[in-house]
């Protein structure tokens, strides 16, 4: 079955750019720091390790992000979340409903100065199983938080038979 | 108002543990204490050497019998209630709705006086164990079955039907399954599991810091093998030492097969309707149970001495910790022939598997890396020689060309309606099952190497642990998390 993802917001491009930068700034310095501090280090060196950490700078900021927001979307279905992700590596993930343990939206500093949010789902599979959405409106992450919420609390109880065949409504 | 009471005053040896172990966990923390030992004199070393001596063993008895003395218990028809703790006074409350695991422990301090240890764990990503010491063994009985029939008694409330294999056991003499392990097959379990064997790397690093090696047992080595040596001919230095060897080994294995039948002397696996238990133990006897419904994972394993000997051991896992799952907690089958592993196999609706290769260009990677690493290290140590490293790179290659090719082989993959299941392995394999309804978080992965194969990697995160199914076509694998997402979508019943 073909999933409608939807796209992220645009302003997640501009997250991305602004991380890798911070990154690449950070590395620069240390390769700045480490070529003034050490005498044996000449000029040229520098030079090369400042246009090797610039290059793929320039080419993550450009193609690897354009990229990585094309392939980005989530898809909120009635009985589950389904969310793909990634450039080279890509990733399709999927969390049903009657498995989310909790929701959860947060907002790290970046995010919120771009009025971005990242919507968290967590199941019981331990590390690494939860879903995380990014790049998501404040608003639209909260409304999916609340929407799961209510569908989570609107499931049948739990009973020992296993029944299965429970008509699907989507 | 509850009805708090205390455990029996022979819990006190418990007590006395715990606060042992307690102790050991916290004396690191006394380290600098060494200085004052040392730069403090005599006066001062006799003083501290007095409190390590009477006031610490006092201090810990006293301990333990405070400890005693605040830990209550009340357990009423739904609840176990705890309140525990000296100065940090804390207060569990635990639904027997929630345990997932009872087991009832009869320690060699506690058998002479008929005492128990009942420990309870609970379900959820927080799972919490508590346990009992000092109850009487029918007590413990008592109590683990009123936490098991609680869940019998809200499905009758629920108006859920059961059949006859399914009710619960108690006062039900004939159990649907049992299985009973005799020494020789427990022996065998002492051979397949060798710990002594693993405990050797470890111990070894302080032993070679006491200098024991060097300062005691070369000099005596070299002794005896300049005896041999003295008049005797070069076969028998090497047959003299191949039997020292021998011996060495026939020591170990001796060893792992007493530690073995300590362990698992006697033991019974019964199956009432959905409750698993088994009992096992020569000085500690311990009794372990589990209902169906908190499967969450199956692993058979054979390693290459199980394989000889045409044996399988059995770990079931439940929900709770999937990344700290603790081997000794486990619901553990030690070891299984065929009928046995096939009696078990149906109790546990394991259908006959159907095993699916995965893509032979798995192998590529594995066996390029291996080998360029051997011819490298190879090249390191022969200075780049070219024909030492020509050598080493046909050797390699054809080596880790044939492992590769036999972890190949063994790779593959079931799926049918009930479970997914994946086997691994080169000589030994190791086989896990997880239900298909049961599954946390389904997740795809295509880098760019799997996608030049137009195949893809599917991680199966459950409660019971993470599974990989790698290497197979992409719209296989696409199917695949459909249908498996699709099962976990249906499914209505329990399954924490």
Partial sequence: MMKDYQAVDPAYKTLLRLIILIDSGLLLTLVVLIALLIPAILPWHGVLAATLILLPTLLLMTLWVSRRYHLTGYDVQSRAVHFRTGALWRTQTVVTLNRIQHVEVTQGPLERALKLARLIIYTAGGRGSDLTVPGLPLSKAESIRDSLLQRVDEQPRFDDTGTQGVARDE | MNNYQRVSIWALFHFIGRTLALFLKQAVNLIPLAVVV???????????????????????????????????????????????????????????????????????????????????????????????????????????????????????????????????????????????????????????????????????????????????????????????????????????SSAAVLVLLVLIVVFSV????????????????????????????????????????????????????????????????????????????????????????????????????????????????????????????????????????????????????????????????????????????????????????????????LRLWGVSALHVLSAGGRETIAWLPVEQIEALKSRLTQCTEDYQGRWM
């Fill in chain 2, 258 to 449: 007493l530690l073995s039948i300590v362990r698992y002397y006697g033991f019974t696996l019964t199956v009432h309707g959905q409750r698993y238990q088994t009992r096992a133990g020569l000085l500690s006897i311990v009794s372990r149970s589990f209902q169906y419904a908190r499967l969450q994972r199956l692993v058979l394993q054979q390693g290459i001495i199980a394989r000889l000997l045409d044996r399988k051991s059995l770990r079931i896992d439940q929900s709770g910790r999937p990344d700290a799952i603790q081997q000794t907690k486990s619901f553990f089958v030690p070891v299984l022939d065929a009928s046995r592993e096939s009696e078990l196999a149906t109790s546990l609706k394991l259908n006959k598997p159907d095993w699916q290769s995965v893509h032979p260009a798995s192998m590529v990677m594995p066996w390029l890396i291996s080998t360029t690493i051997l011819v490298v290290m190879t090249g390191l140590i022969a200075d780049w020689n070219s024909l030492w490293m020509s050598v080493s790179g046909t050797l390699a290659g054809a080596l880790t060309g044939l492992l590769v090719w036999a972890g190949w082989r063994r790779r593959a993959v079931h799926i049918d309606e009930q479970w997914l299941a994946v086997r691994r392995g080169v000589i030994g394999q190791q086989q896990s099952w997880i239900p298909a309804h049961k599954m946390q978080t389904l997740r795809i992965r295509q880098g760019p190497w």
């Fill in chain 2, 38 to 240: 040392i730069t403090g004199g005599e006066q001062i070393r006799m003083i501290i050497m007095w409190v390590l001596a009477i006031g610490l063993p006092g201090l810990i008895v006293l301990h333990a019998g405070v400890s005693w003395w605040f830990f209550r218990y009340c357990a009423d028809a739904n609840t176990l209630h705890i309140r525990e703790g000296i100065f940090k006074r804390t207060q569990l409350t635990l639904d027997y709705d929630r345990i997932q695991q009872a087991d009832i422990r009869q320690p060699w301090y506690f058998r002479p006086f008929g005492q128990s240890v009942l420990g309870v764990e609970s379900a959820g990503s927080d799972g919490k164990e508590v346990e009992l010491a000092g109850l009487s063994l029918d007590q413990s009985e008592k109590l683990r079955q009123t936490m098991m029939l609680h869940k019998q008694e809200q499905q009758c409330r629920a108006g859920i039907e059961q059949n006859d294999s399914e009710v619960w056991p108690d006062g039900s003499p004939q159990p649907d399954l049992k299985v009973d392990l005799p020494l020789p097959e427990i022996a065998r379990y002492g051979l397949i599991h060798n710990p002594v064997l693993l405990v050797l790397p470890v111990v070894a690093y302080p032993i070679g810091q006491l200098d024991l090696i060097d300062d005691w047992l070369v000099p005596r080595v070299e002794g005896l093998v300049a005896t041999f040596t003295n008049g005797s001919s070069f076969i028998e230095t090497v047959l003299m």
